[in-house]
């Protein structure tokens, strides 16, 4: 098993920055992938950005590009993701997810574990 915990959401306004956190623990070592996904209220689920643990791939969502900044510390087992320039259209609760396969992954189904969310707000 794997445990996921985000950290790091909050309120803003639009313009600023929030850097979110996500620990894992357990048996990391079955997993290739970090993903972060976001869900909006009455929205799918939807991809925001994945790393891999043992290379510099990594992808984007075209509407975050430019602004996110996904990057990983293997020595403290922890993905983060910078958000800049943050827009009200990016409000969701963010996710973190871990893939144990590895090649890359956009949809959550292809995502086993998953961390409880952090709430991320943008006011206009």
């Known amino acids: 098993q794997v445990q996921l915990v985000e950290s790091g959401g909050g309120l803003v306004q639009a313009g600023d920055s929030l850097r979110l956190s996500c620990a894992a623990s357990?048996?990391?070592?079955?997993?290739?992938?970090m993903g972060w996904f976001r869900q909006a209220p009455g929205k799918e689920r939807e991809f925001v950005a994945a790393?891999?643990?043992?290379?510099?791939?990594?992808y984007y969502a075209d509407s975050v590009k430019g602004r996110f900044t996904i990057s990983r510390d293997n020595a403290k087992s922890t993905v983060y993701l910078q958000m800049n320039s943050l827009k009200p259209e990016d409000t969701a609760v963010y996710y973190c997810?871990?893939?144990?396969?590895?090649?890359?992954?956009?949809?959550?189904?292809?995502?086993?574990?998953w961390g409880q969310g952090t709430q991320v707000t943008v006011s206009s």
């Open positions: 997810a871990a893939r144990t396969i590895d090649t890359l992954a956009t949809t959550s189904s292809g995502y086993r574990y």
């Open positions: 790393i891999r643990w043992s290379t510099i791939r990594i």
């Open positions: 357990g048996r990391t070592f079955d997993t290739y992938l």
